[in-house]
C-alpha cells in the first residue's frame, strides 16, 4: 500500500466516524492544525537538512494513533486543573552563532504558556538557559500582559554540574502538573547534544534542562516535546524509527516525554495546540493573532536571539522571514474559527476557574 493510499484509507476512517461528538471534531480539527504545521517551508539554501518533516511527522503519528496537536492540547486539558503550575521549557543554540539562543523556540513557549494560563487556569513558568534570558523575557512580557498573572522566567546556568540540583529545585519549589518542552535539545544516547546539521554542542554550553523530562516523568507528571529536527527533547520515544531515516542518525536525542510533536518548524508545532486548546476549550482567543506574532518575532531578535537557519539578526525563524509566520498564524486562526462555531465542552479546568472567579 503507497504512503498516499494510507493516509486516503485514514481519513475515509475518520470521516465514517461518527463525528458529532466533542472528542471527533477536536480530532478532525487536529488534522488540519497537523497539516498545516508539516508544510515544510524551511529554505532550501538555508543549511538545514530537506525531506524531513514530513517523515519525521508520520513515524510520531504512527507512534500515537491520532492528530498530534490535538492529543496534546487534550493531555493538557485532562492533566492540568485551575491553580496548578506548569513548566515550559525551551533554549537551543550555542556560540558562537547563537550566542543568545535562536528565535524558534521563545515565541512558541510563551504563547503556549499564554494558552495555558488563560485557558487552564494554571500559573505557567518558562525555565530557560541564562544565555537565552534576554529573547524568552522579552516574548513572556509580550504576553503576559493578558494573563491573569505574570508569565515567570526562571535560568539555570549551562554546566552538568548544575543540572541535576536545579531540575530537583524546580520540581520541588512548583510540583508542576505539566512540563512541556519548545525546541529544547537534548541528548543523544551517548551523553553528547547535537544541532540538526551534526554540529557537536560541548556540554559545558549547555543547560541540561533535559533532566526536567526524566524527572517529570518519574513523577509521574505529563510531559509534552515539541520539536523540528529529531534532536529535541521527546523524540527520544521514536529514537529507533527516527534513527532508521535520519540523516545524522546521531543528533536524535534519547530523551523521551509522553507525547511527543513533530512540527515543521518547533514554534509552529506550539502554535498548533495552542489551537487544539482554543477548539476544545471553546475560547479561539487562546491562539494569538498575526501581529504579536510579529512583535515576538521582532523582540526576540531585539533582545539578542538570531535566526537558527541563517544566524541573522533580520526577523526570521528557521530561515521564513516574519510575513510567513504572520500568514501561517492568520490561516490557524481561520481553522480556529470554522471549527469553533458553536462553543466546545468545558475542560473541568476551566470550569473550576469559572466558578472560583465568579
Known amino acids: 500500500m503507497s504512503r498516499q493510499t494510507g493516509q486516503e484509507v485514514a481519513m475515509v476512517m475518520l470521516l ?4 458529532t461528538g466533542p472528542d ?3 480530532a478532525m480539527a487536529g488534522e488540519r492544525f497537523d497539516r498545516l504545521m508539516t508544510i515544510e517551508s524551511r529554505p532550501l539554501s538555508g543549511g538545514l537538512p530537506p525531506g524531513l518533516v514530513v517523515p519525521m511527522y508520520e513515524i510520531c503519528r504512527r507512534h500515537h494513533g491520532e492528530p498530534l496537536s490535538t492529543l496534546a492540547a487534550r493531555a493538557l486539558m485532562s492533566r492540568v486543573v485551575y491553580g496548578d503550575n506548569v513548566i515550559v521549557a525551551t533554549g537551543a543554540g550555542v556560540p558562537p552563532k547563537l550566542p543568545q539562543g535562536e528565535t524558534d523556540g ?4 510563551a504563547v503556549l504558556a499564554r494558552a495555558i494560563a488563560l485557558g487552564l487556569g494554571a500559573q505557567v513558568t518558562i525555565v530557560s538557559e541564562e544565555a537565552h534570558s534576554k529573547p524568552v523575557e522579552a516574548c513572556a512580557a509580550l504576553v503576559g500582559s493578558s494573563t491573569a498573572r505574570p508569565i515567570k522566567v526562571e535560568t539555570i546556568p549551562p554546566h552538568p554540574k548544575y543540572g541535576p540540583k536545579a531540575v530537583e529545585a524546580l520540581m520541588a519549589r512548583y510540583q508542576p502538573s505539566a ?3 519548545v525546541e529544547l535539545d537534548g541528548p543523544n544516547p551517548d551523553g553528547l547534544f547535537h544541532g540538526v546539521r551534526g554540529d557537536r554542542r560541548p556540554a559545558g554550553t549547555m ?6 523530562a526524566e524527572a517529570g516523568r518519574a513523577a509521574k507528571r505529563l510531559t ?3 520539536g523540528d529536527g529529531g534532536n529535541e527533547v521527546g523524540f ?8 532508521a531515516f535520519h540523516p545524522n542518525s546521531f543528533v536524535v536525542t534519547a530523551v523521551e516525554t509522553d507525547v511527543v510533536v513533530s512540527a515543521a518548524i518547533s514554534n509552529w508545532g506550539a502554535y498548533a495546540v495552542c489551537a487544539g486548546l482554543a477548539v476544545g476549550i471553546g475560547s479561539p482567543d487562546l491562539l494569538h493573532n498575526d501581529a504579536l506574532e510579529g512583535d515576538l518575532i521582532r523582540a526576540c531578535v531585539s533582545a539578542g536571539a538570531r535566526d537558527g537557519a541563517t544566524a541573522s539578526t533580520e526577523p526570521l525563524v528557521d530561515g521564513v522571514p516574519e510575513s510567513g509566520h504572520r500568514g501561517f498564524v492568520s490561516l490557524l486562526q481561520s481553522i480556529v474559527a470554522s471549527s469553533s462555531s458553536e462553543p466546545g465542552p468545558e475542560s473541568p479546568s476551566r470550569q473550576r476557574s469559572r466558578e472560583v472567579t465568579s
Do not use: N, W
Open 16 to 19: 465514517t466516524e461518527d463525528s
Open 24 to 26: 471527533s471534531l477536536l
Open 106 to 109: 521563545p515565541p512558541g513557549a
Open 179 to 181: 512540563i512541556v518542552f
Open 207 to 212: 543547560a541540561h534542562l533535559h533532566l526536567l
Open 224 to 226: 509534552i516535546g515539541i
Open 236 to 243: 527520544g520515544a521514536v529514537r529507533t524509527a527516527l534513527a
